[in-house]
């Protein structure tokens, strides 16, 4: 097993798109990530679509507001379920990415929210869990700070499309970090 004090070399951003928050009864529908080093420089990444049975996914869209203030992604994911990798390929390209460029390091996952992602891998991948940090890197922490503290607001479009997000999520913390230095 790797050392957990080993200082990070890079961050895992990953964001997953589902069908709803409940990671016992909503699935997976698309994957994103990004490992950058700490400058946010761009070392790799990874995009995927992920197929799911057409009941459960409607089923579970049909439970969830959230996804009827979304329609065009609704509709876009749900004509694009055939077309996605199996999850258990997925999950193996995962391990293959993360093997590649961070050997023993145990991977810190980075993202919005992260903490909700990483209960959907602990659930749907388990062995790409084994291989994060159990430490993260949230930005929503970082927003909670600025904005309560500092009144400083990030204005960010959210088109709720897992690659879209890590970069938004990343120029979030880079806007954070820039007024960091400016302010201090």
């Not at 798109?17 to 016992?24: F, I, S, V, Y």
């Not at 761009?42 to 507001?65: C, F, G, P, S």
């Not at 391990?95 to 929210?113: P, R």
Request: charge should be negative; aromatic fraction near 10%; proline fraction near 3%.
């Amino acid at each position: 097993m790797a050392d957990k004090n080993t200082i990070p070399t890079r961050l895992l951003w990953v964001d997953l798109e589902m069908t709803g928050l409940e990671p016992a009864k909503d699935v997976l529908l698309e994957i994103a990530v990004e490992i950058t080093d700490f400058n946010f420089k761009t070392l790799a990444n990874y995009e995927a679509r992920i197929k799911q049975k057409r009941d459960v996914v409607i089923d579970r869209m049909q439970k969830n507001i959230w996804w009827r203030d979304y329609p065009a992604n609704r509709d876009d994911f749900v004509n694009k379920l055939d077309s996605g990798k199996p999850l258990a390929e997925v999950e193996q390209d995962m391990l293959v990415l993360v093997g590649e460029h961070f050997g023993n390091e145990l991977a810190v996952l980075a993202g919005n929210s992260i903490y909700n992602d990483r209960l959907f891998i602990k659930q749907w991948m388990p062995a790409f869990d084994l291989k994060l940090h159990y430490r993260m890197l949230d930005v929503s922490s970082f927003k909670i700070l600025m904005q309560g503290k500092h009144g400083e607001v990030f204005e960010k479009d959210s088109t709720h499309r897992a690659f879209d997000d890590i970069q938004a999520s990343i120029a979030e913390l880079q806007h954070y970090l820039e007024w960091f230095r400016h302010n201090s």
